[in-house]
Every structure is written in C-alpha cells, then in structure tokens.
C-alpha cells in the first residue's frame, strides 16, 4: 500500500511563502496524477491543485497566481509552493492521487497568522 509523508507547514505570516513536500512510497507514483487538498477547521477537505501524469496544472480559484504545483517522478514527490499566503489559507494540507484513491497521510498543518 502507498503510504504519503507530507512536510513542510509551519506558522507564517500573511504574504510570505511556504514551500510543501508529499513523498509516497510505492511504485505508481508516476502513473498517477496527483493533487494537494486542504481542510480547514470545521470545513470540508477541498482540491487546491492538480498535476497530470505528464505535468499540466490546474489550480482553484482561490490560490491561482499564489500557488504552484510540481512533481519529481524520480523522488516520488509532488511539491505545492505557495506564495503570498492569506489567513484563509490556514488548513492542513494533504496530497493524494486525484481524485484521491490512496489512503491519506497525516498531512501537515499551515497557519497564516500575524
């Protein structure tokens, strides 16, 4: 089964920039198009970004222009820079497949604050 490891959140202020890992196990990783999801307290687990097998993007309203999905097939790992950070933003932060069909990791957790 794959697992994910996300890393990278932390505590940062408004306008500043975070940069997200996902590392998965496994050995489908390039087979899959992958995505970074959020939830936010009290709030349903949303898709803010998307990247095919092949590396086109797709972002949601909400974060395009601030945030930027990549991945490293030979690492395993799908990146999501996130730039000009707004409170709203405050989630933890997820990847899977998309749509999702692997199990979820722990995430890890950003927090815009001043």
């Known amino acids: 089964q794959v697992q994910l490891v996300e890393s990278g959140g932390g505590l940062v202020q408004p306008g500043g920039s975070l940069r997200l890992s996902c590392a998965a196990s496994?050995?489908?990783?390039?087979?899959?198009?992958m995505g970074w999801y959020r939830q936010a307290p009290g709030k349903e687990r949303e898709l803010v970004a998307r990247?095919?097998?092949?590396?086109?993007?797709a972002t949601a309203v909400s974060v395009k222009g601030r945030f930027t999905i990549s991945r490293d097939n030979a690492k395993k790992t799908v990146y999501l820079q996130m730039n000009v950070l707004k409170p709203e933003d405050t989630a933890v932060y997820y990847c899977?497949?998309?749509?999702?069909?692997?199990?979820w990791g722990q995430g890890t957790p950003v927090t815009v604050s001043a």
């Open positions: 899977n497949t998309s749509p999702s069909g692997w199990f």
């Open positions: 990247i095919s097998r092949g590396g086109i993007t």
């Open positions: 496994g050995s489908d990783f390039s087979d899959n198009a």
